[in-house]
């Protein structure tokens, strides 16, 4: 595989079931990013990963839970979610001070519905 | 608070004309510029960069940079029935040297007319 690759596509869960999305980069990046897209707000970034320690966390609810074990893979651990919380969930992965710095590139993503 | 304002539309461009779509930012330490498209029910791909004042061309694409204006925007010319999506602003505060994640616009939706 290619790219960026996320994975489920579509997920829908329970407010208190405990569901992990996971992310793949396979550009050789050494940094990696979860956005949420709700509906008619932009894009918001949620969390930072370089060199597999998180640089930066917007203020996320703690029921979010990122992970990063390496830095090809990206998880995000969701529990006792609620159903604003539904929306699209992107991961996106870059190089680091390479010569096109924070040159994002975007997964799928991951269609969440919380009930 | 980082922002960055774009019209959200709906953008009407006739087929082979110059689509031209327009963003603004708040935080005048934004260094790099991004200009992202994606298709309904699609992710955001990356369509053009830039970091210098002035105006950087790619294929039919252009984008302009007026960091004193604190503006950036997006040209298309000829414009194609495929080129219709939205079009995403993106902002980092820094050139390089780490991880940033980027604020985004809320995005202009372009429609090309056949």
């Known amino acids: 595989e290619t790219g960026v690759t996320q994975t489920p596509r579509h997920l829908v869960m329970g407010m208190t079931n405990k569901k992990s999305l996971k992310c793949e980069q396979h550009?050789?990046?050494?940094?990696m990013y979860w956005y949420k897209q709700s509906a008619k707000k932009p894009l918001e970034l949620m969390f930072v990963?370089?060199?597999?320690?998180?640089?930066e966390n917007n203020s996320v609810p703690s029921r979010f839970s990122p992970e990063c074990p390496n830095s090809s893979h990206l998880f995000l651990h969701l529990h006792t979610l609620q159903p604003e919380d539904s929306a699209l969930y992107l991961c996106?992965?870059?190089?680091?001070?390479?010569?096109?710095?924070?040159?994002?590139?975007f997964g799928p993503g991951t269609r969440l519905t919380v009930l | 608070q980082k922002e960055v304002e774009q019209n959200s539309g709906p953008l009407s461009v006739p087929e082979g004309a110059i689509a031209s779509l327009n963003c603004t930012y708040s935080?005048?330490?934004?260094?790099?510029f991004f200009w992202y498209r994606q298709y309904s029910g699609k992710s955001p791909e990356l369509i053009m960069f830039?970091?210098?004042?002035g105006d950087k061309e790619d294929g039919r694409f252009t984008a302009q940079l007026n960091k004193a204006s604190q503006y950036v925007s997006l040209l298309i010319r000829d414009s194609q029935p495929s080129d219709s999506a939205t079009y995403l602003c993106?902002?980092?505060?820094?050139?390089?040297?780490?991880?940033?994640?980027?604020?985004f616009g809320k995005g202009t939706h372009l429609i090309i007319q056949p």
């Open positions: 996106a992965s870059s190089q680091e001070q390479g010569p096109r710095p924070n040159e994002q590139f």
């Open positions: 550009l050789g990046h050494n940094a």
């Open positions: 990963y370089s060199l597999e320690e998180r640089v």
């Open positions: 935080d005048r330490g934004s260094q790099s």
């Open positions: 830039i970091y210098s004042n």
């Open positions: 993106a902002v980092c505060m820094y050139s390089g040297g780490g991880a940033d994640g980027l604020t």
